[in-house]
C-alpha cells in the first residue's frame, strides 16, 4: 500500500474529484475549488444533490446497522470515501466490537485519512485497500483483505454510492457478480445509486455538460433494479435511500423526487 507521502503526490487539486466533491455536499474539510465548483455547477442543475448526499449517508448507516443485528460481523466497503462521522466499522463495532471491516477506495486523498479509518474498537479489525471497484480480482486477491476477512463466512458488501462510477462498457453487472460470487452463503450486498430520471431535460442538459469524461453513469430505478436482479431483495426491495428502514428517523422524510437515489439490500444467493 502506498504511504501518506505517495499518496499525497498522486493528488491533482486541479480537478474535481467524485470522493472531495462528496466530501463538500456532506458538509467536510476536504476538499478544494475545483471540487466545490464541480459540486456548485451540479447543484446549481440538480438542487437536491446536498440533501442526497446526506440521506445516502444516513442509508448507508441504517444498512449496516440492520446488518450487524441480523448477526453480519464482516464487511467489505468499496468506494469507502472521505472518513465522516458514523463510518462503517464505528456503526459495525457498536452493535459487535468483534466486528471486521476491509475498506477500498481508489482516491489517493482518501487513502492519506486510512490511519482514521483504520482506528478499529480493541476486539475487531479493520484494513485499507488502495484499489478499484472496476478490478474486482485485485480487491479479492489483495492480502490484506485475506488477512481480515474470512470469505468462507457471511460478508455484508457495501457498494455504496459508487456504482454511478461504473460506465455500461465496463460491464457492472460483471463487477457485480464477481465480487458477490466470492462470498458465502449468508451475504449481503448493499448498493445504492443516484439517478436523474426525476429532472426535466434543461438540467439533465447541464449536467451532461458538467460530466464531460462520462465518468458518471446515470441510471433509472428499474436499470439498478435490474442490475441486481439475481438477488434476494430485503423488504422493501429496491427504494429511495431516504425511505429504506426509515419509519423510526425523526422529522418528515423528504421527496423521492428531491433525494434522486436509490438505495437497496439484498441476500446473496
Known sequence: MDTADDARARIDTSVAHPARRYNYWLGGKDHFAADRASGDAIAAAMPGVKLMAVE?????????????????????????????????????????????????????????????????????????????????????????????????????????????????????????????????????????????????????AALTANNADGRFQARTGARFAELLSGFELVPPGVASVAYWHADDVPGPRPSAEEVACFGAVARVR
Open 56 to 204: 445516502n449517508r444516513a442509508f448507508m448507516g441504517r444498512a449496516v446497522r440492520w446488518l450487524a443485528d441480523q448477526g453480519i460481523r464482516q464487511f467489505l466497503d468499496i468506494g469507502t470515501g472521505i472518513p465522516a462521522p458514523n463510518n462503517t466499522h464505528e456503526i459495525a463495532q457498536a452493535v459487535d466490537p468483534s466486528s471486521r471491516v476491509v475498506y477500498v477506495d481508489n482516491d489517493p486523498i482518501v487513502l492519506t485519512h486510512a490511519r482514521a479509518l483504520l482506528t478499529s474498537g480493541p476486539g475487531g479489525r479493520n484494513a485499507y485497500i488502495d484499489g478499484d471497484l472496476r478490478d474486482p480480482a485485485s480487491i479479492l486477491g489483495n492480502a490484506d483483505l485475506a488477512g481480515t476477512l474470512d470469505l468462507s463466512r457471511p460478508v455484508a458488501l457495501l457498494l455504496v454510492a459508487v456504482l454511478h462510477f461504473i460506465r455500461e462498457d465496463e460491464h457492472p453487472q460483471e463487477i457485480i457478480d464477481k465480487l458477490t460470487g466470492a462470498l458465502a452463503p449468508g451475504s449481503f450486498l448493499v448498493a445504492s445509486h443516484a439517478t436523474w430520471e426525476y429532472l426535466p431535460a434543461e438540467a439533465i
